[in-house]
């Protein structure tokens, strides 16, 4: 393949990218596909193997440099809140400049065949994994609630940008609210206090006891 053939076919690769985002995975037959990328179908089976191997490339691409962005964060010896701002930056500004990938990572991850979606949930692990990593250092949690708040975190990185674009306001208002939100999360987690152990039950006897 040569260098231009690449580059025409990574430009139409965005585009059905976009198609599946705005139609969704399951709808987008291969024929309708490779009309809309403008080629015949026997000419994107030679870039590709199927639509879901399509999909699957584009979500590895977007988890791995999510994961690039975090470590990035995580190694920085800045301070927590310029690292954080680094983070949620970048995040911001990756899906300004193209929301689809987000989008599908969100709604058609599921469409994906079991070892794809094995191999995708073991990036989304170790971008979790990261995130406790940096939600532990300035807190000093437990192991469990570490996990847990990287696990929302997680969730929050995938999620918040596209619930921000389903409102009304400005592009530059989004990033704020991003940034914003994304930032309150982490920066508000020190005040978070372990929930209290439940008491075990009274004996019976006991409850006899106190009721006399």
């Not at 024929?31 to 584009?58: I, P, Q, V």
């Not at 592009?171 to 940034?179: G, S, Y």
Request: aromatic fraction near 6%.
């Amino acid at each position: 393949m040569t260098e231009k053939m690449h580059s025409r076919f990574e430009h139409n690769r965005e585009i059905a990218l976009q198609l599946f985002a705005n139609q969704g995975f399951a709808q987008v037959s291969l024929r309708k596909l490779a009309t809309h990328m403008g080629m015949s179908t026997a000419a994107l089976y030679s870039h590709c193997s199927s639509k879901e191997e399509l999909l699957f490339d584009a979500l590895e691409e977007h988890y791995e440099n999510i994961l690039t962005i975090v470590n990035r964060g995580v190694r920085n010896s800045a301070p927590l809140q310029q690292r954080l701002l680094q983070i949620t930056q970048a995040i911001a500004e990756q899906y300004q400049r193209a929301p689809w990938y987000f989008q599908l990572a969100n709604r058609e991850r599921h469409c994906l065949k079991t070892a794809h979606r094995q191999q995708i949930e073991q990036l989304r692990q170790l971008i979790s994994l990261q995130l406790q990593q940096l939600c532990a250092n300035p807190m000093n949690k437990p192991a469990r609630c570490t996990h847990a708040i990287g696990q929302v975190a997680l969730n929050l990185l995938e999620q918040l940008p596209v619930w921000v674009d389903e409102t009304s306001v400005s592009a530059d208002r989004q990033q704020q609210l991003i940034k914003a939100l994304i930032q309150g999360f982490f920066t508000q987690l020190p005040e978070l206090h372990e929930e209290p152990a439940i008491p075990e039950e009274p004996h019976y006897a006991e409850l006899q006891r106190r009721s006399a």
